[in-house]
């Protein structure tokens, strides 16, 4: 498995870090976890995963601080996003600018999580990078 | 020459320069005689029609004083409107008394007038006030009797003339036990309260009453002047407004304690996740994890249930008599080796022991706990090592004061603003966001009250503090437990 894809979990819960983590290891990714938005980004920076699985709520500067700070880097701009969050959809577009202050995420997922369309987005998008 | 006696003065000059326009009129309305002050008023009068001299007719009046004094012998006192030899038309107060002859006829009747317009135009005035002024006057005798209401009063109120007034304004059988008319009539000062009265239509109205004595000069005081401004839409609008906030309130706690839920729910999911897999790979490291989940997110979701429970219904209280500094220990006890484990020294500081206190010590503890425990989590989060949290109690101005402090992260104002708000956390899946909210309501119910200081970067300060004179007494058969 040299060229398996590589995926950030970015959760402060462990549990359910090592939930995500588990699951996509078991669909035949390669996973790596932080568990914090600075400790995120320096991974990101590090290691440039081929997709990222974000929180949103998580202490000290939050996963919407790592979002922006991704779409808002040239390098990193492009980089898939799948935003794991017990928010509600609807309540995270209106309340956090997704759509319209800051672009969409490239899937959504509310916790408690449906690993299989956790699985099928990340599947998706990084077919749809050539990966 | 010789000066005249008042009694000369009064058969010779009086009527001449009585500060009054008089005037002698007879049977057919001719005047015979007019004084100084009359000519000058009215222009030569002597020989001329009464009426013709004062309002300008061409006949009798419709209601004529001098023909029915001359009818019934009568002294009469009238308001009347003249027009005067420049052509102003004025108001005058008009007295008409008979002449009689020394056989007791009536030949001649004397007419007195007084200018009386300005009187008048005061009079209006104050009239057109107190009727149309935008608020509820009444004045009230120091029986409490509405002696007058304006229409405003009477409009909304009733014909209450005569009635007391916690009656007009409330249905009340009784004075109210806080009247600022009463409180006027002792000190002769000005008072304001708000009350709440019912309208005749039976609508409650909400008013802000201002007394004022309605003074006679030195004579002092028999009068309550009372101005009552009708707020029941201001009221409405505010409790409209709370009403509205305790909705979005309750959105909001809805929505948090779903967001807790569902993180709750996904670490249980993780734990069914790794019990499957490792009972269909016969992976006991898996079936271990996975029993860890479950157990780790059951104890969550017991917490957030019994944090819910202390929130909304709380405990009773068992107050005793409690050493302070023994809580303060408790904490020490509670968090020093964890704390220690991750770098952070957690202090106890009490250098004048303070006086025993009745509080539930259960409750302050809770209280204390999640102040500690919010302090070693801003240590853990500001990542500076070593970082230290001072646990102290003190006597200060009469309050005892718990006060936790800490070399954490500290709090922005977004933060700062957001500390007591249910549901919020900075503390991600971690907290519940409960604790500051719980800690305030159990300060609350102790009569006292929680204060913080923050800086980012450098730490907080939270402190409770307890007015002595506000803590609950000590409850009766608290002592007796284990006795």
């Given at each position: 498995m040299v060229d398996a894809r590589r995926i950030l979990v970015v959760e402060d819960e462990e549990d359910i870090s090592r939930y995500l983590a588990a699951a996509l290891e078991d669909g035949g990714y390669e996973v790596e976890a932080a568990f914090d938005a600075v400790s995120g980004l320096k991974a990101i920076e590090a290691q440039r995963p081929d997709l990222v699985c974000l929180d949103i709520v998580m202490p000290g500067p939050t996963g919407l601080s790592l979002y922006r700070e991704i779409r808002e880097n040239a390098e990193l701009a492009g980089m898939p996003i799948v935003v794991v969050s017990g928010l509600n959809p609807a309540d995270a577009e209106s309340s956090l600018g997704f759509g319209e202050t800051l672009p969409a995420p490239e899937a959504f997922i509310e916790k408690p999580v449906d690993i299989q369309e956790l699985i099928?987005?990340?599947?998706?998008?990084?077919?749809?990078?050539?990966? | 020459m010789i000066a005249p006696t008042y009694e000369n003065w009064l058969e010779t000059e009086l009527f001449e320069n009585a500060p009054l326009n008089i005037s002698v009129i007879d049977r057919d309305y001719n005047i015979v005689k007019a004084n100084l002050n009359f000519v000058t008023l009215f222009g030569e009068a002597r020989g001329r029609k009464c009426f013709e001299v004062h309002m300008r007719r061409d006949q009798v009046c419709e209601s004529c004083s001098v023909a029915r004094t001359f009818a019934d012998g009568k002294v009469r006192v009238n308001e009347e409107i003249g027009v005067d030899v420049s052509g102003r038309t004025a108001h005058y107060l008009v007295h008409v008394a008979p002449i009689r002859s020394k056989d007791g006829r009536i030949d001649y009747v004397i007419e007195m007038s007084t200018d009386i317009t300005e009187t008048k135009r005061l009079k209006l005035e104050y009239q057109t006030l107190f009727e149309q002024v935008p608020c509820y006057v009444t004045v009230l005798n120091r029986d409490l009797r509405v002696i007058r209401a304006n229409r405003r009063f009477r409009k909304k109120f009733g014909e209450v003339s005569g009635t007391h007034c916690y009656e007009a304004f409330k249905h009340q059988i009784r004075a109210c036990r806080t009247c600022p008319a009463q409180e006027t009539f002792e000190d002769g000062q000005i008072h304001t309260s708000e009350q709440v009265g019912v309208a005749k239509d039976g609508e409650t109205t909400h008013y802000v009453v201002t007394t004022a004595p309605a003074s006679r000069g030195d004579a002092g005081f028999s009068h309550v002047i009372e101005m009552a401004v009708d707020v029941t839409a201001l009221r409405r609008a505010e409790r409209e407004?709370?009403?509205a906030e305790r909705l979005a309130a309750v959105g909001r706690t809805v929505a948090g304690l779903a967001h807790g839920i569902k993180n709750i729910l996904t670490g249980l999911e993780g734990g069914m996740y790794f019990l499957e897999s490792g009972l269909q790979g016969g992976k006991k490291e898996r079936l271990d994890e996975g029993w860890g989940m479950l157990t780790r997110n059951m104890e969550?979701?017991?917490v957030l249930v019994r944090n819910l429970l202390s929130f909304s219904k709380g405990r009773v209280p068992r107050v005793e008599l409690n050493?302070?500094?023994e809580l303060v220990a408790e904490m020490i006890a509670l968090y020093r080796d964890a704390a220690e484990a991750e770098g952070i020294t957690v202090v106890a500081e009490v250098a004048d022991r303070p006086a025993p206190a009745p509080y539930d010590a259960e409750s302050i503890h809770t209280c204390l706990a999640n102040l500690v425990s919010n302090a070693v989590d801003a240590c853990r989060m500001g990542g500076r090592t070593p970082c230290r949290v001072f646990v102290r109690a003190r006597d200060e101005n009469g309050a005892l004061v718990f006060e936790v402090e800490d070399e954490g992260c500290g709090m922005d104002q977004e933060v700062r603003k957001l500390a007591f708000t249910n549901f919020f956390s900075t503390k991600g899946s971690g907290g519940t966001g409960l604790g500051l909210l719980l800690t305030r309501k159990?300060?609350?119910e102790h009569g006292g009250r929680v204060?913080?200081?923050?800086?980012?970067?450098r730490g907080s300060v939270f402190r409770l503090i307890f007015p002595r004179d506000r803590l609950p007494r000590p409850d009766q058969d608290a002592g007796e437990e284990g006795a």
């Open positions: 099928n987005a990340v599947r998706r998008l990084l077919a749809a990078r050539g990966k | 407004r709370i009403d969550k979701i017991s050493r302070p500094e159990i300060s609350q204060e913080f200081d923050s800086t980012p970067g």
